[in-house]
């Protein structure tokens, strides 16, 4: 079952408490050798165009001949890609 709103408000006020107000979820990327490593960090309020920016940033500040691939490393999350509901 999907949870109700009532448990994304507790869930939510538990973040907080325990993250602090001041958190704020990060995607980064760096170089690993030739490749790109996209790091996603759990925002849930990314949008397609803040991949776009960031994407745009990054080209701006790398050498695009010398990258010949890109990594997304999902290791903060679980193997699951879907709940049970």
């Given amino acids: 079952l999907n949870p109700a709103s009532n448990t994304k408000v507790v ?3 538990a973040a907080v408490e ?3 107000p001041e958190y ?3 995607t980064k990327v760096y170089r690993d ?3 790109l490593v996209l790091v996603g960090g759990g925002d849930p309020s990314l949008q397609p165009r803040d991949l776009w920016n960031l994407a745009a940033t990054t080209a701006a500040s790398v050498d695009l001949d010398d990258i010949d691939s890109l990594v997304i490393d999902d ?3 679980s193997a699951a890609s879907f709940g049970p509901g």
Avoid: E, I, V
Wanted: aromatic share 14%; hydrophobic share 55%; net charge positive.
């Fill in 11 to 13: 869930t939510a006020m």
């Fill in 24 to 26: 704020r979820f990060s």
């Fill in 75 to 77: 290791s903060m999350f």
């Fill in 18 to 20: 325990l993250l602090g």
């Fill in 33 to 35: 050798g030739r490749a």
